[in-house]
């Protein structure tokens, strides 16, 4: 049994090699797909970009049978699938696009088997007649892509999400996997509960995107200081969100006008202008893409360099959606964001015909915006824990206020002031009322609660009421302070509040930005983020950048979808020239060296011939790298069923070794099927009588069968090959 695990892992990890052409499962990937593969129900929240599609494609593939996932965005199943197909991975979607011709052949090739994973709209799953059909063919697992759809909670609420259940329910007892990125306990709690999933394991990330960079910046001059932001960003992909269509309009023709290559994208343009500017965006005609908040939501294009929010965004739910847009390939991902509090009142303003209980939400949702925009508190300290986590390290290097420190006072005094208003007030207020209690206001609240009576109550009249709403913040997102989940706004004293009531330690506080006074006083940094310098060979990586521009459009796909910028950068330091070296960079696997791979090769080779670069083919390091890659070509190759002699010229070695090779591959506890090969070497009889020599043998040792009588007319080659895959078929 030892032997199958690790035959397993390895097994994934060379699979995810082979197709996806990574090395390595980033976070909890690994433990994710192996719950998958062992059935069960699983709930992955994982910050986007962090990789969740992966979670459930290599699963569909290894498993049996088609797995359907469902993703809310029918103007994306296509590139979804199309990035799939890059892949050599045989996905389809299902939705109301489609032709009656096209659903018929779709069905056929479900029921027969060839179709891994099958995309489907939501609305498509609630007809009957597409019910009927699932029923008949094999699926191996449901999995829910931005699972947050199902709850009103979220940013993004789709009814029918809700009838997703029940509609499983009729293809029988599946396994389900539900993904978001998005984090609230509540949200969370909703999807469970909606998808009867409760008993789920959850495999929960941490929401911190490492790479990317966070800024607020007044709105000051705002025209002004975009166009001088894309100056210095020209070339690069980026997103502006905006508040209104108008807006979007004006901006995107501002930008245009000033020699950028921008487009708009809201709701209100005529589909096909909307679905052209978008596809020009996935495509590289276009660098900038000027949108409304209907952007965005399951684009995948991994190279977005920046994301600008020219208006403050409505929630800190939706921002941190936003900005995770840029960078997910782990590059450069530049989050700008104007602020101002006229924008806050706008934003208040499209609330007044709701209910009181939204107008009350939404309410909160824009303090929180404005906590966040006006706080010196490090950024990513603030969105992780806005999203439950807590952020250690002192300066993340990331943010603006982290590389351009507020200046910072003793505020241990303070501290204490807070929290023994919450102490003395029975932890049963929210920040208002205690700040009033704190200086000293005597309201009706006060009045009636009798808080004038308290020992804190005045104790800090000397600051005013914006010092005192900035230090409760900061002592709860320092964490001395918990919110109350149960009554929406009340601040309770945490277990390190208690501690730091009784022995107070120095804690340093800073004064929030001031957005209230005009631009001149605030220093506005035009410093870019630290930006790690460039150590690859950046004229070959324009051109191998303008040669995947060209395959795209020859292909009819988004560039990325041929390799993402990180592999072409492996490429512009490593200099590949064969398809070996191809396909060990990150990102390509063999499956994309033989779909896109040639021009590439070529181009590197003359690259390398003009300015006499030497490559690492040339130099022949043997290591312990190269021995496991070339093992993992070798199980590759057999995969494909490429005959021995040819894997044996691929990799160097003579047929001798690589027997060896393939003898400890198999004894390492990896399965080869070497049938295709035997089947045309050793005749059927033959095989059986080696067969059965092993099947009664003591030991299978290779001298002991050498030296039996019954096997005497046979070749030591064709012995130690039936003796791997007796071994193969049978030990493992
Ligand atoms: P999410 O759905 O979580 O927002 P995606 O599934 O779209 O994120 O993945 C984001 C990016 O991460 C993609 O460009 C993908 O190719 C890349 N990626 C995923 N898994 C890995 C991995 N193990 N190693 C390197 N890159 C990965
Ligand atoms: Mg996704
Ligand atoms: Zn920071």
Redesign the pocket.
């Known amino acids: 049994m030892t032997m199958m695990v690790a035959e397993e892992k390895d097994e994934l990890k060379l699979k995810?090699k082979e197709v996806f052409g990574?090395s390595?499962?980033?976070g909890n990937?690994e433990i994710i797909i192996r719950n998958i593969l062992d059935g069960k129900n699983t709930f992955v929240i994982?910050p986007?970009?962090?990789?969740?599609?992966?979670c459930y494609q290599l699963p569909a593939l290894i498993s049996d049978g088609l797995a359907i996932v469902i993703s809310p965005l029918i103007a994306l199943m296509k590139n979804q699938v199309d990035q799939l197909f890059g892949y050599g991975v045989n996905a389809r979607f299902l939705n109301s696009t489609l032709t009656k011709g096209e659903i018929t052949r779709l069905k056929k090739d479900c029921v027969n088997g060839v179709i891994k994973l099958l995309y489907v709209a939501p609305e498509s799953l609630t007809k009957e007649e597409n019910i009927e059909f699932l029923k008949k063919v094999n699926v191996s697992f449901v999995a829910i892509d931005e699972a947050h759809c199902i709850s009103e909670w979220g940013h993004d609420f789709r009814p029918e999400y809700r009838k997703i259940k029940s509609m499983i329910q009729q293809l029988g007892n599946l396994p389900v996997v539900a993904l978001t990125?998005t984090a609230t306990p509540k949200v969370q709690l909703d999807i469970q509960k909606n998808l009867q999933m409760e008993e789920a394991d959850i495999f929960l990330s941490s929401f911190n995107r490492k790479n990317l960079y966070y800024e607020v910046r007044p709105k000051k001059e705002t025209k002004k200081q975009l166009i001088k932001f894309m100056r210095d960003n020209k070339g690069k992909s980026g997103i502006v969100y905006c508040l209104s269509r108008k807006k979007v309009e004006e901006i995107a023709n501002l930008l245009s006008v000033n020699g950028f290559k921008a487009a708009p994208y809201h709701a209100g343009l005529d589909p096909d202008v909307r679905e052209k500017n978008q596809d020009d965006f996935l495509n590289e005609e276009v660098d900038i893409i000027v949108a409304t908040i209907a952007f965005g939501m399951g684009i995948?294009k991994?190279d977005v360099r920046f994301v600008v929010h020219y208006d403050v965004p409505k929630s800190l739910e939706g921002y941190y959606q936003e900005t995770g847009r840029s960078g997910?390939?782990g590059l450069e991902g530049y989050c700008l964001m104007f602020y101002s509090h006229n924008d806050l009142n706008k934003l208040e303003k499209f609330n007044k015909d709701k209910s009181v209980q939204e107008r009350e939400n939404a309410r909160i949702l824009l303090q929180e915006m404005e906590y966040y925009a006006e706080s010196p508190v490090c950024r990513r300290r603030q969105l992780l824990h806005y999203f439950g986590e807590e952020f250690k390290e002192d300066n993340c290097g990331m943010c603006d206020n982290c590389v351009h420190p507020r200046e910072r006072f003793d505020g241990t005094e303070a501290v204490v002031t807070v929290l023994n208003a919450v102490k003395q007030t029975n932890e049963r207020f929210g920040l208002n009322h205690l700040v009033n209690v704190i200086r000293g206001i005597e309201d009706e609240y006060v009045k009636s609660y009798g808080h004038f009576d308290l020992t804190v109550f005045g104790t800090g009249s000397d600051e005013d009421a914006d010092f005192w709403k900035s230090v409760i913040r900061q002592t709860l997102i320092y964490q001395y302070l918990d919110k109350d989940i149960e009554n929406i706004g009340v601040l309770k004293i945490s277990k390190r509040g208690e501690a730091f009531l009784k022995k107070p330690m120095p804690i340093e506080l800073a004064r929030d930005h001031d957005f209230t006074t005009d631009a001149e006083d605030e220093e506005v940094s035009t410093d870019r983020a630290p930006v790690n310098a460039k150590s690859y060979d950046s004229a070959l990586f324009e051109m191998l950048k303008s040669l995947r521009k060209k395959i795209a459009k020859e292909k009819n796909l988004p560039p990325y979808v041929i390799f993402?910028d990180p592999s072409l950068e492996e490429m512009a330091t490593t200099y590949p020239i064969t398809k070996e070296d191809l396909a060990s960079v990150?990102?390509v696997g063999m499956g994309k060296v033989n779909k896109f791979g040639k021009e590439f090769l070529e181009l590197i080779q003359n690259y390398v011939e003009e300015n006499e670069i030497e490559t690492a083919t040339e130099v022949v390091v043997k290591s312990s790298v190269n021995k496991s890659k070339t093992k993992i070509l070798i199980i590759q190759q057999i995969d494909k069923k490429v005959d021995l002699e040819e894997i044996a010229e691929l990799t160097h070695l003579s047929f001798e070794e690589l027997l060896t090779e393939i003898e400890n591959i198999c004894y390492s506890g990896t399965k080869l099927n070497l049938n295709y090969y035997l089947e045309a070497l050793i005749d059927p009889q033959k095989q059986d009588d080696i067969h059965d020599y092993f099947m009664n043998a003591e030991t299978d040792s290779l001298d002991a069968a050498l030296n039996d009588d019954s096997l005497a007319d046979y070749s030591e080659e064709e012995i130690r090959l039936m003796r791997i895959h007796f071994m193969s078929e049978y030990a493992h």
């Open positions: 995810l990574y390595t499962f980033r990937q994982m986007t970009g962090a990789g969740k599609s992966l990125a995948d991994p997910r390939d993402q990150n990102g």
